[in-house]
């Protein structure tokens, strides 16, 4: 069973164009994190989110953390070609649970 | 640099051959975990471990050994590999086990088992 199910699973879209990745379970989580992956490379973290309803920007990335904590978004705004990655959403439910990765989002923005 | 170094970046190697994928990190940090990286199934955490001399299963441990000998270094060891070990692995790290803090990953290793 997937705890975090992410989707869509892939995305290719024009340059300047908008997109929300969704990242959802059926159990709460005590904080969500959303990596980038780029080929070759490991993920490298984008941003933490701890409390329900909470909304952080990074320039034109926006993530929102659910009110009961089962859920996060990210959406990118004007998307461009140095956006296109794998994007994974972590959450961890207790200290004594391994953290968990969603299968991720493969996006192409295509210039 | 901050960073988590692992060697080799590239693997090739014949079913039943020891093999060991080295793990470092210069930032001091208490817990490290392995993963492994495959095509629909994500990332799949293989062993961790809390502080030296502490480790625990993954998700999937089958088949592969770790030690912590030292808080910088977390080898990862496959004794007999088999053609399902093929994978892109990733050794992490974080400063403590809470989950909001920043896990660092290294740049990977490709294993091909033949």
């Known amino acids: 069973t997937q705890l975090l199910e992410q989707s869509p699973q892939f995305l290719s879209i024009q340059e300047g164009e908008n997109l929300t990745v969704y990242c959802n379970s059926s159990?709460?989580?005590?904080?969500l994190q959303w990596y980038r992956q780029e080929p070759g490379e490991g993920p490298v973290l984008l941003v933490t989110v701890v409390t329900g309803g909470e909304v952080k920007k990074l320039k034109r990335l926006t993530f929102q953390f659910g009110d009961a904590r089962k859920d996060s978004s990210l959406h990118i705004t004007a998307a461009q070609p140095g956006d296109t990655g794998l994007y994974l959403c972590a959450g961890g439910i207790s200290g004594n649970t391994p953290l968990v990765f969603g299968k991720g989002t493969r996006l192409s923005v295509i210039a | 640099e901050a960073q988590v170094t692992q060697n080799p970046r590239y693997l090739i190697t014949v079913t039943g051959k020891k093999l060991t994928v080295t793990c470092s990190q210069n930032m001091n940090h208490e817990y490290m975990s392995w993963y492994r990286q495959d095509p629909g199934l994500g990332l799949r955490q293989i062993y961790y471990?809390?502080?030296?001399?502490?480790?625990d299963k993954g998700d999937v441990p089958e088949g592969y050994k770790v030690s912590r000998k030292e808080k910088r270094n977390f080898p990862l060891i496959l004794e007999s590999p088999s053609p399902n070990q093929t994978s892109l692995y990733f050794c992490a790290s974080r400063i403590g086990r809470g989950w909001s803090t920043e896990a660092f990953f290294g740049q990977g290793t490709r294993l091909t088992v033949v």
């Open positions: 471990s809390m502080n030296v001399e502490v480790t």
């Open positions: 159990s709460v989580f005590s904080s």
